[in-house]
């Protein structure tokens, strides 16, 4: 029987599950994705009857029948199904059963046995899979982990399904309000726009549908692009010479029918004239001739889809060939994409960018702290959620301060979200008056406050929220928006334009910070584990040639400004930074050999690493500074990758190990009497600060959008109780009741729209 066929031959079970998958991410609809899944799952464990229920979305204690097979004449499904499936969803896990007294060694062949396993998503149950069988042994421990297996693995492709169906259901106008979806909070605020999805151009499930206005000439493009396509593998299959088999000339011929098939060309023209532009049209053709294929009992056959998929990759190639190169952005762009970068949101232009939508990642993310700079909302991590390629052209909400997205909402809603968006402009307004204010505790401690930037876009932003100057100066974005390095004159032009912009303030320049999530394109580094890898420092004392540079492009920019502060991040040891050191004297000594005046800038290292917090007053004697980066240091000392949206409940700048290190950076400081500035996004959470008030840190630099917050919150509060709180936490051993505690103090100061901003009324 069945299960033994699952535990015999796992290779198959496997294969026959990467089908399921397959098939369920390609079902145009939630009821045919269910469908194929129950009747997939009786076919493959050779069971009677399979039925699954989903969590109803209103009632969440409550479960609904969606679908079944197998029932035969049966009217209705057995009522023991229901029972099954509540207690699956009572203990989470599966529950493994038969409907007789006996022992189990007693059963008779007219026993019912049941499996019933959970769908878990994301930690919540999702819906119950049962599978019943007249037999007369219960389901095996292998069968049961089968079921399991597979029910974790589907419960993504379910969520994609039902996601994808209220959304169409809402565009079609079948519901009044369209969906809602929480995703990870990337960067606060509250928006309303368009959505344009940015997708890789060379996967074909990520294409998104598009309206078209001109049919006619979209049928006429996708039909040049099969008669390419098409030729181009005739030319193969009958070039002479070129080394090809008789069995590869073959095979080139069959792709060129297929390409031209009339059954691909026919569903894709039915799709273009359904108003889908070509590439989304040839999509869906592709997918489901895919899935026909892959239903195929022959193994052979069912390769063919592999086939298809390939001739779909290269008709869409062809496709892109005829695209116009720019983008065309609606006038309100919320991007929206599976892995956006920071270069996707330079690329916006003409038009205003009002919020960003990412499938992965989280508030760490560069992208993310791009997005708070630019004072604009960014839901991260939504790619397991929704289906992003459905978002584009539809009308959005994006809420930054709870993490959500709502699809196509009605007016009500909209009404509520604009009413919100008016209360923040209102408190932004009255915070204005802060802005050439320094900042300082009611008890009179001066912080100065200085702002992070990174694009040449972002130094309006800083200069509108009042910065005293720039903290930290991220040198990677010019490097990552080229196709070779930048030029000592290049670089020495921009950096330039930032240190005079801010003259005579102060400007803390990094230097480069690539590897980790900064890769650059031609400048390729294959790493299994690019965070622990060949980053930041490293990358520059390994390519001294490189670092000379662009410190000689720094020194040579504060020539006659002198406002120049230079940092260098990734510090893991005392020998890095003593080598960064010595080639930044033998930078100032050449360009002083050629004749140039060079004042000394003020020198500092980052503090990122874990072994740097305990070798921090050993590198505080080296330098005039130093800063903190937290989002790395957490990042490390906490073992949560910070751009991963799955973990990003673990990253907490809370975490008492965190407050500890942050302490210790502060005291090492002291003791050498070298200033310790904090960097990284924890300084624009105010509670973070508090405490690094009590600590006595010497000054912050944040996202520009975070400054006049944090500079209200600094304004009520003093250093004493700044102190006092410190203690508390101290004595605290989790995150959740040192956020509580210090969220209380916060909100008794008088900031309670500072600590619960983004309540609708
Ligand atoms: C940090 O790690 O905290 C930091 C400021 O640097 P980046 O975010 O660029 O890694
Ligand atoms: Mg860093």
Redesign the pocket.
């Known amino acids: 029987m069945i299960r033994e066929s699952a535990s015999r031959s796992p290779e198959l079970v496997t294969t026959r599950f990467d089908a399921i998958l397959q098939s369920l991410g390609a079902a145009p609809n939630l009821d045919l994705a269910l469908l194929g899944i129950v009747k997939d799952v009786r076919d493959l464990f050779q069971v009677d009857i399979c039925l699954l229920y989903l969590s109803d979305p209103v009632r969440l204690d409550a479960q609904r029948l969606m679908v079944w097979d197998g029932l035969g004449d049966l009217a209705a499904p057995p009522a023991f199904a229901d029972t099954l499936a509540n207690l699956v969803a009572e203990r989470s896990e599966p529950v493994n059963l038969c409907d007789s007294k006996a022992l189990p060694a007693q059963l008779d062949a007219n026993c019912h046995v049941y499996l019933g396993v959970p769908i878990m998503h994301q930690g919540a149950l999702l819906g119950t899979l049962i599978v019943q069988q007249t037999a007369q042994s219960r389901f095996s421990e292998s069968e049961q982990a089968a079921l399991a297996t597979l029910a974790a693995q589907i419960a993504g492709g379910i969520q994609l399904a039902k996601a994808r169906s209220s959304i169409n259901a809402s565009a079609s106008g079948n519901v009044p309000t369209g969906p809602l979806f929480e995703g990870v909070i990337g960067a606060p605020g509250i928006a309303t726009g368009t959505g344009h999805v940015i997708y890789a151009r060379s996967e074909l499930a990520q294409i998104p549908n598009r309206d078209v206005a001109d049919i006619e000439s979209e049928i006429a493009v996708f039909q040049a692009a099969v008669s390419r396509v098409a030729g181009e593998l005739d030319r193969v299959a009958e070039e002479q010479g070129g080394g090809l088999t008789a069995e590869d000339r073959t095979l080139f011929r069959v792709y060129a029918m297929i390409a031209r098939s009339n059954e691909l060309v026919t569903s894709t023209l039915a799709g273009i004239r359904s108003g889908n532009w070509a590439p989304g049209a040839l999509r869906d053709s592709i997918q489901e001739h895919a899935r026909y294929f892959e239903a195929m009992e022959d193994p052979y056959l069912r390769e063919r889809a592999d086939d298809i998929r390939d001739i779909g990759r290269a008709l869409l190639n062809e496709l892109q060939t005829l695209e116009p190169a720019e983008e065309r952005y609606p006038a309100r762009t919320i991007l929206v994409g599976e892995d956006l970068s920071p270069l996707d949101l330079a690329a916006v232009k003409g038009v205003r960018l009002v919020a960003v939508i990412s499938g992965h990642g989280s508030r760490?993310s560069?992208l993310a702290?791009l997005a708070r700079s630019m004072g604009i909302p960014a839901v991260m991590g939504l790619a397991g959620t929704l289906p992003l390629n459905s978002l584009h052209g539809k009308s959005l909400i994006v809420d930054g301060y709870k993490g959500r997205l709502c699809i196509e909402p009605d007016v009500s809603l909209k009404r509520q979200y604009r009413s919100l968006a008016a209360r923040e402009r209102r408190l932004s307004k009255t915070l204005r008056h802060l802005r050439d204010q320094t900042a300082q505790t009611l008890d009179g401690f001066r912080i100065p406050l200085y702002t992070?930037a990174g694009l040449l876009s972002d130094l309006n932003p800083s200069l509108a929220a009042g910065s005293e100057g720039i903290g930290?100066y991220?040198t990677e974005y010019p490097f990552m928006v080229r196709d070779s390095f930048p030029t000592e004159e290049e670089q020495y032009t921009l950096y330039r334009k930032v240190l005079q912009t801010f003259h005579p303030r102060p400007v803390t320049l990094r230097t480069l910070?690539i590897g980790?999530d900064k890769p650059l394109s031609y400048f390729p580094v294959q790493e299994t584990n690019p965070f622990l890898g060949w980053r930041g420092i490293r990358i520059s004392l390994d390519h001294p040639e490189m670092f000379l540079t662009q410190i000689r492009a720094m020194l040579r920019a504060s020539s006659g400004l002198n406002n120049l502060s230079l940092l260098l991040?990734m510090i893991s040891r005392v020998e890095d930074l003593d080598e960064a050191l010595i080639l930044i004297q033998r930078a100032r000594q050449q360009l002083e050999q050629e004749g140039l005046s060079i004042t000394q800038p003020r020198l500092g290292a980052?503090i990122?690493v874990p072994s740097a917090v305990y070798q921090a007053e050993a590198l505080a004697r080296r330098v005039d500074f130093l800063s903190v980066?937290?989002?790395?240091?957490i990042q490390y000392l906490l073992a949560v990758d910070r751009n991963n949206e799955r973990v990003a409940r673990w990253f907490d700048a809370l975490h008492p190990a965190v407050i500890q290190a942050l302490l210790r950076i502060i005291r090492a400081g002291k003791q050498s009497s070298t200033p310790v500035s904090v960097?990284?996004?924890a300084a624009g959470d105010p509670a973070v600060v508090l405490l690094l008030i009590g600590m006595g840190v010497s000054s912050l630099s944040l996202s520009a959008g975070d400054l006049p917050r944090i500079k209200w919150a600094i304004h009520s509060l003093s250093r004493r109780q700044a102190r006092a709180l410190l203690r508390q936490v101290l004595q605290l051993e989790q995150a959740s009741a040192i956020r509580s505690l210090l969220t209380q103090a916060l909100v008794d100061a008088g900031l309670d729209t500072l600590m619960h901003p983004g309540n609708l009324d």
Do not use: A, Q, V
């Not at 980066?629 to 240091?633: Q, S, V």
């Open positions: 760490l560069h702290i992070n930290l991220r910070d980790g991040p980052m990122e980066g937290t989002n790395d240091l960097c990284g996004e």
